[in-house]
């Protein structure tokens, strides 16, 4: 027997029971297809895409802050521009994740066992505001200065503030540009996967396609 | 010779356009205040754009595509 | 509800639709609208308050915060956790998270503030003399004199520590005034809340000794920053802030919250309990019906429902 024909079917290693699953759910074609249902007609579709493109900008322009360091924006007039990209990025980010979400809701997005979809999705908005966050407090300026006072006050309440440490710019800094872009990172691909394995919901009321004889007689 | 640390910034910033070219909203902002409700002027902005795109997406047009079997 | 439909792949009619091409025009878009933005409205970055800013600014406000350090009165002296044990900190009903969290950012305030930084920034024989004559008082007499002295501030002409009316105040107005001439001088800066690490990335002393004053406060409500203000969703100058905090900020402008000692713990637990409600909100009833009572996917869908009539 060939290689191809003892493995074909039947995997007999963890490498080949993990490919068969992963390409089983994601097969190429659903990965990256060509179509979409017919219903797919609508400005409203354009958010999710509009919302991963905010992203793209704010980690690249956050990339390039690093290269100098977390003071570079302060005293350099190309590092505050850097530095405004990437606040206007996260701006944008926001702004299309909301009208994103409300396209959602409204499509009732998380029929036909999408609800892991709704709940990813849902933990992405929270993940993103707590990275923002991060960001916010280790600005190194005034506003940081201010936000961390504050912020203090509602973490310490409920016992989080005796393990993160708002005033604390090392730790913060390590979250905003490591931890949780990576967290977030995760979330938002799996989030992404979760579209494609399921495919884009149908409209509320749809009729079934398996139906079409019934609509053609009377019509 | 070497040029002294100070100086040697200064023809980097006449070349960056970014000074010469950016704004700024660094003025005091503008608050409006609606009963328990005091929001700033940017803010209700972005709201009201993010209103509008939603409203605009439902209601502009969507090209057609072609039909695939 | 009854969706087998939306279970099921889709075995209707398709069109062609190039999910590449439309990240790449959105990344086109977003971009040309990020530069735009970016060279129209710059960014905020306004200047940190030092200790040394501080301290000339306000000189009277970084005195009277010294002796609220010396004499266990300040903000951070009677925080409780994770700062010290004075308090038990703020409940929700009967749990006390903020204790369950445990003193794990040890202060000592009188330490931290005031005598620890004053040990290492004076030479004054003079200062000495008085740290001595504090270290060799009795608990209460520190905090006699320093809440004595704080009182005075307060009652003083424009509340200026230079013009208090004669008192016992002990050592606290010659080491307050010595911390102050160090921090005006640039001094306290670095060395305050320092631990004797060469590389020092953690700023909580210094920031919590800041923010014991009134000065930040003063300039955070000048820009509308403050809590009551709605200021966690704005930002400095004119720019957009995070306005997606409407709805943990609206909480702490109404009652109860508004006038709660324990409104942060409170506003936090609320806002748990509706963000878990958001995330499952595709098993509430009544709530994950709305978009079939509200038929906003009628819009959505027109193209839809026009080429596929009931």
Known sequence: MTIDETTADAPTTWTGHLRRRFFGTFPPEKLLPETQPEYVTSWIYVFGVATIAALIFIIGSGLVLTLQGPLWYHSSSLGHFVNSTHLWSVELFFLFMVVHLWGKFWMAAWRGRRAATWITGGICFLTSVGTAFTGYVMQTNFDAQWIATQAKDGLNSVGIGAWFNVLNLGQMLLFHVALLPLVLGGIVVWHVLLVRKHGVVPPIDAIDPSDATVEGAAS | ?69 | MKNDLASRPWKGAEREYDLLKELVIALAVVGALVLALSFAFGSPDDKSITLQSWAKAAPSDFVATAASELGGTSGTAGYGPPYNSASDGQVIGPINLQKLGGVRIPIDAAAVFVTTPLAKVSTDPAVTTAMSQWTGASADQQAKWAGDYGDAITKAPDGDYTKVATGDYGPVPAMTAALLASAQQGSLDGVLGNQGHFFDTNYTDSLLFIADGTYLEDQARAQHLGGDQWGMMNETGSYPGQSWLWLYTFWYQVEPFSSSGNADALVWGLMMLLTLGFVIVPFIPVVRSVPRWIPVHRLIWRDYYKAHPR
């Open chain 2, 1 to 69: 010779m070497s040029v002294p640390h100070k100086y040697r910034a200064a023809p980097l910033a006449l070349l960056s356009p970014m000074t010469a070219l950016t704004g700024n909203l660094n003025g005091p902002g503008h608050y409006i205040d609606w009963g328990p409700i005091q929001i700033s002027l940017a803010n209700l902005v972005m709201i009201l754009i993010g209103l509008a795109l939603f409203v605009a997406a439902l209601l502009l047009p969507f090209p057609k595509g072609r039909k695939r079997p």
